[in-house]
């Protein structure tokens, strides 16, 4: 008999009782009576290229050279070419520095760089569009089935947006699986978390679903894109950059994903419709496991 699908370990799985994650806040609730809180921790991470100071993020800390990896990847900073020689990491200073063989074309980057409306240190740098000409991604197919199964273990997973919220997530998933659940307080950060691991693992996004529980906006599509990934669902909204983007790369766009129902506003062509509607359980309209923190 095959293993069901809920039964299967994730590769990188989130661990809201992991030190340093949360912490305690006492205050009063809405009765007047003391209560305690469980809130996510947020501390500044630096990301070096050699020896050039790139960006600080302001992040939850856990994984943070498949950030700067990610980050500098997504970025364009990083090319495929690019030989990485190290990656270091110091708790200490909050520093994080990624080596390269050769020096890279960083300096001009930085020049270009633009605020984007991502929160938690969204950037974008004015080439990445760039590195979207002639882009092709794979014409996988997604079933249907396998999207309403992985937005029922996704949304019922042990994670810190269960234990606190204040928290964005984002998971690559093959099939009916997730792999990747990579989680921060700003969604950027656990897309270039995810970036990194592919990266360092040599994972290919060809037969990959990214998930993510933020909006999809143009640097959430470019993004994917860029990571070789096909597919782009989450269970919010589309800004309408983001849908004209995916057209134009040709990336299915897969948003407003509970319970029964979703929408695809781009590469609707590479859905496999193989399961009814009504016949998958509706959402709890808290999306939580029963007995979770609210």
């Known amino acids: 008999m095959s293993e069901r699908p809920e039964t299967r370990a994730l590769l990188i799985a989130p661990d809201p ?14 009765t007047g009576q003391p209560c305690d809180l469980s809130v996510v921790e947020e501390r500044p991470l630096t990301i070096y290229l050699n020896s050039r100071e790139i960006v600080t993020a302001m992040t939850i800390g856990d994984y943070p050279e498949y950030l700067g990896v990610g980050f500098l990847r997504n970025q364009g900073m990083l090319r495929d070419d690019d030989a990485i020689t190290g990656v270091d990491f110091d708790a200490e200073l909050e520093v994080v520095v990624v080596r390269t063989a050769e020096q890279t074309d960083h300096e001009d980057k930085l020049k270009k760089k633009t605020r984007t409306s991502g929160c938690a240190v969204g950037t974008v740098f004015g080439d990445m569009m760039e590195g979207l000409e002639g882009l092709e991604l794979p014409p996988a197919q997604v ?15 042990p994670s810190l947006y269960l234990e606190a919220g204040a ?13 990747v659940y990579m989680e921060d307080v700003g969604r950027h950060n656990a897309v270039d978390k995810i970036a990194g ?21 143009s640097e959430m599509v470019i993004k994917t894109a860029l990571m070789g990934i096909p597919v782009l669902a989450s269970r919010s909204g589309f800004t309408a950059w983001g849908v004209e983007i995916a ?8 948003g407003r994903m509970r319970g029964q129902r979703f929408v695809c506003l781009s590469g609707a062509e590479r859905l496999v419709w193989d399961a009814d509607p009504a016949a998958q359980p509706a959402e709890d309209r808290r999306h939580r496991r029963k007995g979770a923190p609210a």
């Not at 990266?199 to 529980?213: M, R, S």
Request: hydrophobic share 40%.
């Open 143 to 157: 079933r249907t089935s396998d999207l309403y199964a992985l937005a029922r273990q996704i949304n019922t997973l």
């Open 167 to 179: 928290i964005h997530g984002s998971v690559l998933c093959k099939g009916d699986q997730p792999l």
């Open 17 to 30: 009782k992991a030190p340093g994650l949360t912490r305690a806040v006492a205050g009063v609730d809405h």
């Open 247 to 254: 057209r134009q790369v040709g990336l299915t766009l897969i």
């Open 197 to 217: 691991w592919m990266v360092t693992e040599g994972a290919t996004g060809a037969d990959k679903v990214l998930y993510t529980t933020g909006r999809l906006t």
